[in-house]
């Protein structure tokens, strides 16, 4: 339940989706980091493109 709590935490605070297949790339403060990264740079990407 915890880590559940810890990826609804992340959605919430930096409003990305995180399909149940990305989890074990969370499992590290490292691999979180690298995979928010990521998908805000990607989702940054999308917004731009939509202009």
């Known amino acids: 339940m915890d880590f559940l709590n810890f990826v609804i ?3 919430n605070k930096f409003g ?3 399909p ?3 989890y074990p ?3 590290t403060l490292n691999g979180a980091a ?3 990264g990521t998908a ?3 989702a940054s990407s999308r917004t ?3 202009r």
């Open 9 to 11: 935490a992340l959605h």
């Open 16 to 18: 990305v989706e995180i």
């Open 20 to 22: 149940e297949t990305d």
């Open 25 to 27: 790339k969370l499992s």
């Open 34 to 36: 690298e995979y928010l």
């Open 40 to 42: 805000r740079s990607g």
């Open 48 to 50: 731009e493109q939509a």
